[in-house]
């Protein structure tokens, strides 16, 4: 049995700052930013840290700041505080009014809010709003060695820059508005080692679902992971973006991956960046940042990449994955009872049978977006699978881009004429079919392939049957009209 | 937030394992601006059927197990979503503890934040009362914050290990932000330490 989650102490000098004597030994990433935010900490409790970067959206917020108003505080660094829509607005036409009541409501709520408390707010008529954890990194808010924390728990996809980010719920999302400190028992670390070369037609995407697959839905609970290896290393970063943001899926408290030149090469000259000498003076703190040679971990995990293939999810939680080659598993296969009983359950909600092989199931819809796969590389990456193809007529596909600066950018290289021309639709950013909260929605019994990050029971709709995969296996499915060996297609 | 010390109610088993936050609260139900009216919600799509009514073969709509206060479930409870809404249709619903082997981080930091107790016991330990709760629908456990322990109504006791400080919180129903803000000297000092060109937004509040 793990132990419950513990206080803040590993090992330190009690009631000491420990910061000069943990200096001296190999840290990890992980510990070099937790030391550097630490504003107060004493043994035997949580550790009260500082937080760099607050981001809001419009489901978790409402009554954050509402506790606030209630206890007579107020927003303590408005300036290092960023909100959107994203969950609830639809993907249509923006001009018009939001038909559903309460989603109105809930985005009248939030834009009140940053009103009165001055936070900045990119609603629905900015040019930059879109999902939450792509505008960050988009404006160069997103940077290596900081703090990063938000009430949705796909937080964890701002790692991939070198930062330590995580989701909060909505009590702590008011702990930060008032602080803008969180109090943190410090987590475990894990390295998850990805060494070799990604084949063509296996995309960061398929990396983090083997990664589930192996280690399972609770395999990094209390750990933050760490992911090192030369397949990590050779991603760009919005493909260590996918990476990190599906971390939360094993359990993990939070995904890093160490900054590096790829990191500031994407961070130059953006928003939020900084210039001239303030830039070489943060670049060369963020040099120092990368987890020392003969750190210590408290688990590691090894995969190789050259082995992977393209993967899908055949069940109800991130973990129950299988190859494009493979077949639908049998529940004998299971292990313990709880298992088997778990892979029945899912096998029938989604409608499958052991031994099917997974290129034989068909797929109604598909869905190419969220906070996963919703940036320029995979509307690109999809767009060449679509050029020059059709969608089945069985299908109905669509592409959501992840923020309107990605939408922008897609049109101007004119991958929504290629996506049009296949027969796709062409969205608005946001959320969408992520997650049924807006007109974007899976009717009982629909089969969706889809980009997202989750296939829980009734996630993309009630009685929505969802696959996850890579853009680039997704516009196959909408063309081929079931699920197909993207490999075979590409080059 | 009350505080937590000692409880005693219906025990109510939910035998399945990895019960995530959409199951929880479906998040169409997740556009209320309140804290509260979430109990309806909760469990939403397995409690009804596709017209609407009471799904009869759902466990917590049994009626031995109406007026439960307690869930029993499996491993991994809670994962998926940071949504605090998942604690707050629990705790609406009527439930004040929780026993299961294992719970996903945000959930369970979000559970003690509502004053819900989150007991973790070894899946055997779990088991036994699951089957007792399932045997004797509408016994009663007694879950002591204090001594840590889980007392059924036959006197056989479970022991439970919990993060000290955070017993200590429930048990005097500690705001949290009260504490922080004890620390107000530390966290300025600390914002005078902030490199100056560490990202801000401009914002009309100077």
């Not at chain 1, 003076?281 to 995969?303: H, I, K, N, Y």
């Not at chain 1, 309107?404 to 021309?421: H, I, S, Y």
């Amino acid at each position: 049995m793990r132990p419950p989650h513990r206080g803040a102490q590993h090992g330190r000098l009690e009631g000491q700052s420990t910061r000069a004597n943990e200096a001296m030994q190999p840290t990890t990433l992980f510990e070099k930013i937790w030391n550097a935010h630490v504003v107060h900490e004493e043994p035997g409790k949580p550790a009260i840290l500082y937080i760099d970067l607050h981001l809001v959206h419009e489901v978790t917020s409402a009554q954050a700041f509402d506790g606030l108003r209630m206890s007579g505080r107020t927003v303590r660094r408005p300036d290092l505080t960023l909100a959107t829509m994203d969950h609830n607005v639809p993907t249509t036409d923006r001009s018009l009014p939001i038909q559903d009541p309460v989603s109105r409501q809930q985005m009248e709520v939030l834009r009140r809010n940053c009103q009165e408390f001055g936070i900045t707010l990119f609603d629905l008529r900015d040019p930059r709003q879109g999902i939450v954890h792509i505008i960050g990194p988009e404006q160069g808010l997103t940077q290596p060695g900081m703090t990063i924390v938000c009430g949705d728990s796909h937080t964890s996809t701002h790692g991939a820059f070198g930062a330590l980010a995580f989701g909060i719920g909505t009590s702590e999302v008011e702990h930060v508005l008032a602080t803008q400190c969180l109090q943190q028992a410090k987590p475990a670390i894990m390295e998850v080692r990805v060494e070799g070369s990604l084949p063509l037609g296996v995309t960061a995407k398929d990396i983090i679902l083997a990664i589930i697959g192996r280690i399972g839905t609770d395999g990094a609970t209390g750990h933050v992971i760490e992911y090192t290896g030369s397949a990590i290393r050779s991603l760009s970063m919005e493909a260590r973006m996918t990476v990190c943001n599906m971390s939360i899926e094993a359990g993990a408290r939070a995904g890093m991956i160490a900054p590096d030149d790829i990191t500031f090469a994407y961070l130059e000259g953006r928003r939020h960046a900084p210039r001239g000498r303030d830039w070489e003076e943060a670049l060369s703190r963020w040099r120092a940042l990368p987890t020392d040679p003969g750190a210590r971990f408290d688990r590691v995990v090894e995969l190789d990449a050259g082995t992977l293939e393209p993967h899908v999810t055949w069940g109800t939680n991130p973990g129950q994955v299988v190859p494009i080659t493979g077949r639908i598993p049998d529940p004998e296969e299971f292990e313990s009872p709880a298992d088997r009983r778990a892979a029945e359950r899912s096998l029938d909600y989604m409608a499958l049978r052991p031994g099917t092989p997974v290129q034989e199931i068909a797929v109604d819809r598909v869905f190419i977006g969220s906070c996963t796969n919703g940036r320029i590389e995979d509307l690109r990456a999809a767009a060449r699978i679509a050029a020059g193809r059709r969608v089945a007529p069985t299908v109905h596909a669509m592409v959501v881009p992840g923020s309107g600066l990605v939408k922008a950018q897609a049109e101007r290289e004119g991958l929504d004429r290629v996506f049009r021309d296949a027969g796709f639709e062409w969205r608005e950013a946001g959320c969408s079919m992520c997650l049924g909260m807006n007109p974007d929605i899976l009717q009982p019994g629909e089969r969706c392939a889809s980009t997202s990050n989750r296939n829980f029971e009734g996630r993309q709709g009630k009685g929505g049957r969802t696959h996850l995969v890579s853009p680039e296996m997704a516009a196959a499915a909408a063309i081929a009209g079931r699920l197909v060996d993207v490999r075979e297609w590409e080059g | 937030m009350e505080p937590f010390v000692r409880h005693t109610g219906i025990a109510a088993p939910l035998d399945r394992a990895n019960v995530d936050t959409d199951q929880i609260i479906p998040k169409q139900f997740l556009k209320r601006v309140e804290r509260t009216g979430f109990g309806q919600y909760l469990f939403f799509d397995w409690r009804y059927g596709e017209d609407g009514s009471p799904n009869p073969e759902f466990e917590l709509n049994r009626p031995e197990y109406h007026g439960a206060s307690i869930l029993l479930a499996g491993k991994n409870f809670g994962s998926g979503s940071s949504r605090e809404h998942a604690p707050w249709a629990l705790l609406d619903y009527g439930f004040r503890v929780l026993i299961a082997p294992s719970y996903a981080d945000i959930f369970y930091n979000n559970c003690l934040k509502n004053g819900i107790l989150p007991v973790t016991l070894p899946e055997a330990a779990v088991n036994r009362l699951m089957r007792l709760a399932m045997d004797r629908p509408g016994t009663r456990l007694t879950v002591d914050l204090e001594r840590q322990t889980v007392t059924d109504e036959t006197g056989a006791t479970e022991s439970f290990a919990i993060d000290p400080h955070r017993r200590h919180c429930l048990l005097n129903g500690l705001d949290d932000i009260g504490l922080t803000l004890q620390h107000a000297a530390a966290i300025n000092a600390y914002e005078r330490r902030r490199p100056a060109w560490m990202p801000r937004l401009l914002t009309n509040r100077g």
